[in-house]
């Protein structure tokens, strides 16, 4: 019902930014709460930030407070991550979920396909 597509990803270094995009496919856009997640080989995948269905509210995890910034536009089907102060330690893939209801992202329903984050020292 919800495609998926993340772009903006890149080869950064230290202390620049990034913003990554997640445009949205299908129906009911502004139905889903959607989040940011990011994985490297090796780790399992982790929470990086939530943002509910109206962009009213968000999370994010501790790691990333501060820096990273989600957003929503639903008139445009598109989720944010402004990504700041990037770290090499944020080097991974970053995939974009719709949540199942408008509030939670515990169990995602949908996933794009990744887009690769790099930040050299």
């Known amino acids: 019902q919800v495609q998926l597509v993340e772009s903006g990803g890149g080869l950064v270094q230290a202390g620049d930014s990034l913003r990554l995009s997640c445009a949205a496919s299908?129906?009911?856009?502004?139905?889903?709460?959607m989040g940011w997640f990011r994985r490297t080989p090796g780790k399992e995948r982790e929470f990086v930030a939530y943002i509910n269905w109206s962009g009213g509210s968000t999370n994010y995890a501790d790691s990333v407070k501060g820096r990273f910034t989600i957003s929503r536009d639903n008139a445009k089907n598109t989720v944010y991550l402004q990504m700041n102060s990037l770290k090499p330690e944020d080097t991974a893939v970053y995939y974009c979920?719709?949540?199942?209801?408008?509030?939670?992202?515990?169990?995602?329903?949908?996933w794009g396909q990744g887009t690769q984050v790099t930040v050299s020292s």
């Open positions: 299908g129906r009911s856009f502004s139905s889903y709460a």
């Open positions: 979920a719709a949540g199942s209801s408008p509030y939670s992202i515990s169990n995602p329903h949908y």
